[in-house]
């Protein structure tokens, strides 16, 4: 069974900067066919999509929120995912979900939190005025 595990969250202030990690396991399919995917969720809110990176082309997409300021990379040899977050705002403030998907890798399925398959437990960050 496929796993996924978020680390790099924290504490921190408006303006600072942050790298996520998700590092997957247990695959029994190969990782450069799936799509990985950043979703946050602040209390009380709805899961929303952050950016997702496609497993061959590296195809990459971001929420308009977020365009600019975050970057989404993997290391496929690793089975890891990164998001690296700078000029972070109060409004970033939410738990962030590692995710996975296989399939198409259309802009409207990279952002559907729906399409994908695997979801981690999720980090805190929380972003401090």
């Known amino acids: 069974q496929v796993q996924l595990g978020e680390f790099g969250g924290g504490l921190v202030q408006a303006g600072d900067s942050l790298r996520l990690s998700c590092a997957a396991s247990?695959?029994?399919?190969?990782?450069?066919?799936?799509?990985m995917g950043w979703f946050r969720q602040a209390p009380g809110k709805e899961r929303e999509f952050v950016a997702a990176i496609s497993g061959n082309r590296m195809i990459t997409d971001y929420a308009d929120s977020v365009k600019g300021r975050f970057t989404i990379s993997r290391d496929n040899a690793k089975n890891t995912v990164y998001l690296q977050k700078n000029s972070l705002k109060p409004e970033d403030t939410a738990v962030y979900y590692c995710?996975?998907?296989?399939?198409?890798?259309?802009?409207?399925?990279?952002?559907?939190?729906?399409?994908?398959?695997?979801w981690g437990q999720g980090t805190q960050v929380t972003v401090s005025s």
């Open positions: 995710a996975e998907k296989r399939g198409s890798t259309s802009i409207p399925t990279m952002r559907d939190r729906s399409r994908y398959d695997y």
């Open positions: 247990g695959r029994t399919f190969s990782s450069y066919a799936m799509t």
